[in-house]
Every structure is written in C-alpha cells, then in structure tokens.
C-alpha cells in the first residue's frame, strides 16, 4: 500500500486544523514546484507551545504531515519544535513514499517560520543557522 493507515487517518481527521487569532508566532510557508502552501499558527507562553493551529491548502500528504507536526509540538517548548525534523514526522506517520517526502520538508519549515515570527516580534535573539533551509533529505528531485 501506497500510503500508511496513520497518513490517511491525519489526512481525514486533521487535527489542530484552523486558525489562532491572536497567534503569537505564524509561518506561512509555499513550495514553489507544486505550489502548495502551508500556514502554521502559535500560542506561545513561558516558552511552551500552549496551542497551535494550521491550514494547508495542498496535497494529502502535506495536510496529513502538518496534522501529525502539530500533535509533536504542542505542550512542547519552543526549543524542542525548532528540532523538530521532516523525518521525524515522516517516522510517526509510518512513512511516506518517496515522491511525497517534500511534502513533510513543508510541515518542518511552517513550523520554523512560526517560531521565527515569535523571536522577532518579541525581540528574541537567535541563531540564523536554526533557520537555514532544508535541503530535502530523501526526497526526489
Ligand atoms: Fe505539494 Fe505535497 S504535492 S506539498
């Protein structure tokens, strides 16, 4: 089978699916090949993830990683989503075929930016290198 039952499960139940008005950090990122865009929404207090939302307008595959992305980060510190890795929610969703693995590249990035727009808004130093692309282990290109 093509896909996992965790992948069609995500994929038909979206959890955290929406949108947090008073978001305390919000990532929206795109792929510019399939054009699939993903926006992720934070609460953040003390540190710890209270709460977070997404909205994907894109394939199964990215709507089903961005589900499970956000069940691993919520109640977690914002140190521990910034390591949150694509692999990683490929891994709890009991994989990906290969041509789909970009997809979970976008869940790890939409995370990212959404942490990044809470350091800046809040004045929060850090280190670019946490930021930097990523350059798509696994995936076809
Ligand atoms: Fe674009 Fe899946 S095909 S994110």
Redesign the pocket.
Known sequence: MLYSEKVFDHFRNPRNLGKIEDADGIGEVG?A????I?KMYLKISDGIITDVKFNTF?????IATSSMATEMIKGKSVADALTLSNQAVVEALDGLPAH?I??SV?AEEAVKAAVKDYYDKNGIAYDPEQFKENDCEGCEK
Do not use: F
């Open positions: 792929n090949k399939c054009g699939d993903m894109g394939c199964g595959s990215a789909k970009h997809c976008l």
